[in-house]
């Protein structure tokens, strides 16, 4: 059976670890030439390395999505290399690094705001920015962006994550409503707690992180790889009609 992908090119930033990681290795799977873009250069390589294992192929960038100058060279070096961007999963995020960054609002550092929006909305909108102007020249793209249940259910003590997540929402919608016309499909997915590093490494400092991840309806946190058929789905044309989904992939974590 021939791969989905076979000679299409697939970004996915924040690709160093958990979900980026394993979407990264799944479009790989389906034939995909994978650009692997993350901050963190040792995970980005190492994303690189399994693919490469598997037979598969893929280049690695180092890239802050929070920084345009970043970005716009993330894109040139892709057009450099594969001449084309297909589809891309804007993925990289921030989650609290500690404990001591999930207060209430009023008690939030002005630093770790901006951080963390940047990375989290302005980074989705950087990528957007720079994708969508390759994508229209093709006549063709297709953009999945990580959201979280954070986007449509409130949590206490961590305002910018949560609001950085709506405000990825709404961008995916008016994106979607701009650009279907001209050949582009700009998606969401929308997991709940997933068994990423930055997860497991709240969850060891608080055993109650855990306890709440695990009270879904489905009674389990996801899996990376779970998170990542959606997306390799929403990118497939299987899902050619699909456009300005948010789709949750959360154990049924927003039902509650």
């Known amino acids: 059976m021939t791969p989905r992908f076979k000679d299409k090119v697939a970004l996915i930033t924040g690709a160093g670890s958990g979900i980026g990681r394993a979407t990264a290795l799944l479009f790989a799977r389906e034939g995909a030439r994978v650009v692997v873009a993350d901050v963190v250069v040792e995970g980005g390589e190492e994303t690189v390395h399994q693919i490469k294992e598997a037979g598969g192929t893929a280049l690695f960038i180092k890239c802050d999505v929070s920084k345009a100058r970043d970005v716009e060279e993330m894109i040139k070096q892709i057009v450099d290399t594969y001449g084309r961007l297909d589809f891309a999963h804007n993925n990289a995020g921030l989650i609290p690094p500690s404990l001591q960054d999930i207060v209430p609002t009023a008690d939030i550092a002005e630093e770790f705001w901006d951080r963390s929006i940047g990375v989290n909305l302005k980074g989705v909108w950087l990528c957007m920015k720079y994708e969508i102007p390759l994508m229209l020249r093709q006549k063709f793209g297709v953009i999945v962006n990580t959201t979280s249940g954070a986007a449509v259910k409130a949590g206490i003590g961590n305002a910018p994550y949560n609001a950085a997540k709506a405000g990825v929402l709404q961008l995916t919608r008016t994106a979607a409503l701009e650009y279907a016309r ?34 879904t309806p489905i009674g389990r946190i996801a899996l990376p790889e779970e998170i990542a058929e959606a997306v390799v789905w929403l990118c497939s044309d299987s899902a050619s009609f699909v456009v300005g989904c948010h789709l949750a992939v959360d154990g049924g974590f927003t039902l509650c």
Not at 183 to 197: D, E, S, W
């Open 182 to 215: 001209f050949g582009i499909r700009v998606n969401a997915v929308q997991p709940g707690a997933t068994k990423t590093p930055g997860v497991e490494r709240l969850a060891a400092l608080n055993p109650d992180l855990e306890k709440m991840a695990m009270a």
